[in-house]
């Protein structure tokens, strides 16, 4: 599960919690106001940041995501393999290793 880092704009009591991303943001354990500002302190992990904005596409059009998929997808596999090792990222990201994209 991510940890989170959350500031409450009551009390300025900055605390963490552990939660999925399906669950709301908890109530400030300091004084209890809610809701509290998630504070983006670091980039997500490698895999799981890079997988995941693989897939998320802001505007650009589909052609555009492909072609920078298609870019991308050598750099982040060998970024990945160089960080996890080689079977870790087979394992886990079995497409980057289908070069029929
Ligand atoms: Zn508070």
């Given at each position: ?32 106001h809610t809701p509290v ?58 497409h980057l290793f289908n070069d029929n994209g």
């Open positions: 599960m991510p940890l989170y880092d959350y500031k409450c704009p009551a009390c300025e009591h900055r605390f963490e919690a552990r939660h999925s991303m399906n669950v709301d943001a908890p109530a400030c354990p300091a004084c209890g500002a998630r504070v983006i302190t670091s980039a997500p992990s490698v895999a799981g940041g890079m997988l995941t904005h693989a897939g998320d596409g802001r505007r650009a059009s589909k052609e555009q995501l492909q072609s920078k998929w298609a870019e991308e997808t050598p750099k982040l596999r060998k970024k990945l393999v160089d960080k996890l090792g080689e079977s870790t990222v087979r394992k886990n990201a079995p």
